[in-house]
C-alpha cells in the first residue's frame, strides 16, 4: 500500500465540486481511497493504494492543470489503510479521526520539511509549536441561541465572484451543520467580524441555512425537566422559597 499527501496552489476553485465528483469515480474504479480539503487557495490531498494503481494516478495529479505547484508532503509505503472513501471532502482536518490517526502514525516524518513548508502545512493541521499552542488555547464563547449553519448547495459560480476564504467557508458547510463556535474555532477567517459578513455573503446569494442543534435543544429541555422534578419532590425547599417569597417588603403606600 501506497499513501501519497501533497498540497498544492488551486487554480480552477470554482471546479472543486467537479474535482471531487470526477475523484471518486476514477478511484472507486481504481481501488484508491483518500480525502481532500481546501483552505486559502490551498487544496491538500492524501490518497492511499496499491502501488501500480497509485503510480498511474500520481502522474495524473501532476499534468492535471486545475492545481499548480504541488509539493509533496508523504510519499510511503504504509501497511495500513486510512481513509474509507474513494474521495472524503474534509472541512477541518484537525477534527477528522481518520487524518488525525494518519498524523499520528506518520506526523513526525514532516520534520525533515523547511519551515514554509510546516507552515503551509499548517493552514490545514497544526503542525508547527506555534499553530499547536495556537490551536490549543483557542477558547470561544458560544451562542446562547443553539443554532447551526449548513450550506445546501454550491453557489453558482457563474454569477457569484467566491473568495478563497469564503469557498473554505463553503467546503466547511456543505451539507454538515456546524455549531457558530465550532466556525470561529476553525480559524478559516483572521477575525469573528470577517466570518460574520462570510456567512451574511452566503445567504445573500441563497445557499446557507440555519438550523437548531436538537442534540442542544433536547438537552436543555432536559435540564429543565430534571430541574422542575426535583423541585417538586422537595417540599421542604419549595415552602422554603413560598416562605422567602411572602416575606418580601411590600413598597410603601
Not at 9 to 14: D, T
Not at 28 to 41: K, L
Not at 82 to 111: H, R, T, W
Not at 152 to 172: E, K
Amino acid at each position: 500500500m501506497r499513501l501519497y499527501l501533497y498540497i498544492s496552489k488551486a487554480v480552477e476553485v470554482h471546479r472543486l465540486p467537479d474535482i471531487l465528483n470526477v475523484s471518486r469515480k476514477n478511484n472507486e474504479a481504481r481501488g484508491v481511497t483518500g480525502v481532500i480539503t481546501y483552505n486559502r487557495g490551498y487544496y491538500l490531498q492524501a490518497i492511499e493504494g496499491e502501488s501500480a494503481q497509485m503510480d498511474e494516478l500520481i502522474d495524473v495529479l501532476k499534468s492535471d492543470t486545475r492545481h499548480a505547484d504541488a509539493q509533496t508532503i508523504l510519499d510511503v509505503v504504509s501497511d495500513r489503510h486510512y481513509f474509507s472513501g474513494a474521495m472524503n471532502l474534509s472541512p477541518q482536518l484537525s477534527k477528522d479521526s481518520e487524518f488525525s490517526s494518519l498524523m499520528k502514525d506518520v506526523g513526525s516524518q514532516l520534520s525533515r520539511h523547511s519551515n514554509t513548508v510546516k507552515e503551509l502545512f499548517d493552514l490545514f493541521y497544526p503542525l508547527t509549536p506555534k499553530a499547536i499552542r495556537q490551536a490549543a488555547s483557542r477558547t470561544v464563547k458560544t451562542k446562547a441561541v443553539p443554532v447551526m449553519y449548513k450550506v445546501t448547495h454550491w453557489p453558482d459560480f457563474n454569477t457569484q465572484t467566491i473568495g478563497p476564504d469564503l469557498l473554505s467557508l463553503c467546503a466547511r458547510l456543505l451539507h454538515k451543520p456546524t455549531l457558530y463556535a465550532e466556525l470561529v474555532s476553525s480559524n478559516i477567517y483572521q477575525s469573528e467580524a470577517e466570518l460574520k459578513r462570510g456567512l451574511h455573503e452566503l445567504r445573500k446569494v441563497g445557499c446557507l441555512t440555519i438550523c437548531q442543534n436538537d442534540s442542544m435543544v433536547e438537552k436543555s429541555k432536559k435540564v429543565v425537566i430534571e430541574s422542575k422534578s426535583k423541585l417538586a419532590s422537595s417540599p421542604t425547599l419549595l415552602n422554603r422559597m413560598k416562605g422567602m417569597m411572602s416575606n418580601e417588603v411590600k413598597p410603601a403606600r
